[in-house]
T-cell receptor, first 113, second 114 residues
Framework: KNQVEQSPQSLIILEGKNCTLQ??????????LRWYKQDTGRGPVSLTIMTFSENTKSNGRYTATLDADTKQSSLHITASQLSDSASYICVVSSMKAGTALIFGKGTTLSVSS | DTEVTQTPKHLVMGMTNKKSLKCEQH?????MYWYKQKAKKPPELMFV???????INESVPSRFSPECPNSSLLNLHLHALQPEDSALYLCASSQLGQGNSPLHFGNGTRLTVT
């Protein structure tokens, strides 16, 4: 069964600190893995997309890694800001035709001052 | 602001009402999507349109009726909804034929069914 598991479920950090969010998946055949940021009451915004041949991709202070062998990904946030407070959703795409994107349940990050 | 515009932002409707949600994008994307998102849950796919034709219907009840009048517009017609249908309804679009194309989401319509 295609599944995407994220951890932790929620996280509280101080402004300026770094943090890492985890995503494990069992989707097969794998096409790509996406990280989205969703602010409360708004739609998700794409942060990164990685295929199996990419093992790291950055978008400003956000760096995503992918290990296609262990089927794990992480999202590292550097020098966190209050505006980073949001839900971070890991989404995996399958190469199987007609398969919808598989969403994780998200990690809720709270950055406090 | 997102490049996918959804109206209205908020909607309150009774169970006997008929209403429509609207979505518009001008990025030239030929795939458009409706998602439903309950509080503290990930979005759930409802419908996918490819080249203005319905390509995926995730077994959505018939009280939800999608429509894609042209390549820029996507509607979701609502009729006889139930209170459990209250949720954030998200529209998204993406390029077709590019498996790594990201979804561009609107900010959603917050629907409350009374």
């Amino acid at each position: 069964k295609n599944q995407v598991e994220q951890s932790p479920q929620s996280l509280i950090i101080l402004e300026g600190k770094n943090c890492t969010l985890q995503c494990n998946y069992t989707v097969s055949p794998f096409s790509n893995l996406r990280w989205y940021k969703q602010d409360t009451g708004r739609g998700p915004v794409s942060l990164t997309i990685m295929t199996f041949s990419e093992n790291t991709k950055s978008n400003g202070r956000y760096t995503a890694t992918l290990d296609a062998d262990t089927k794990q990904s992480s999202l590292h946030i550097t020098a966190s800001q209050l505006s980073d407070s949001a839900s971070y959703i890991c989404v995996v795409s399958s190469m199987k035709a007609g398969t919808a994107l598989i969403f994780g349940k998200g990690t809720t990050l709270s950055v406090s001052s | 602001d997102t490049e996918v515009t959804q109206t209205p932002k908020h909607l309150v409707m009774g169970m006997t009402n008929k209403k429509s949600l609207k979505c518009e994008q001008h990025m030239g994307h030929r795939a458009m999507y409706w998602y439903k998102q309950k509080a503290k849950k990930p979005p759930e796919l409802m419908f996918v349109y490819s080249y203005e034709k319905l390509s995926i219907n995730e077994s959505v009840p018939s009280r939800f009726s999608p429509e894609c009048p042209n390549s820029s517009l996507l509607n979701l017609h609502l009729h006889a909804l139930q209170p459990e249908d209250s949720a954030l309804y998200l529209c998204a679009s993406s390029q077709l034929g590019q498996g790594n194309s990201p979804l561009h989401f609107g900010n959603g319509t917050r629907l409350t069914v009374t």
